[in-house]
């Protein structure tokens, strides 16, 4: 059997992803490690811009090496609050996910 990549949880926000992120910077001593908004994405023309400060994506590496994915709901997904988890396997290769 392969060994399994870390599992990395995914937090869902409502628009507050950035300032959770860098909340989590501070408390866990994390390190941004990269953080889009719709804005800055290649999809920014398709984005309304009343949501495009809204994160699309955000990770953050902590001191142990482990990993959180972030990112807030998109504008066309009412947001229901936490209800579950999610959590995210990352493979290096489309094949080694295979």
């Not at 937090?11 to 719709?38: Q, T």
């Amino acid at each position: 059997m392969a060994t399994l990549p870390p599992l990395i949880p995914y937090l869902g926000f409502d628009g507050n992803c950035a300032d959770a992120m860098r909340f989590y910077v501070k408390a866990l001593g994390a390190k941004i490690e990269m953080m889009m908004s719709g804005a800055d994405s290649p999809m920014a023309k398709d984005i309304p811009k009343e949501f495009a400060h809204r994160i699309i994506h955000a990770r953050l590496s902590l001191p142990n090496g482990a990993m959180i994915f972030g990112g807030d709901a998109p504008a066309h997904v009412p947001y229901e609050g936490i209800k579950g988890v999610s959590l995210t396997l990352d493979y290096a290769t489309p094949a080694e996910a295979r």
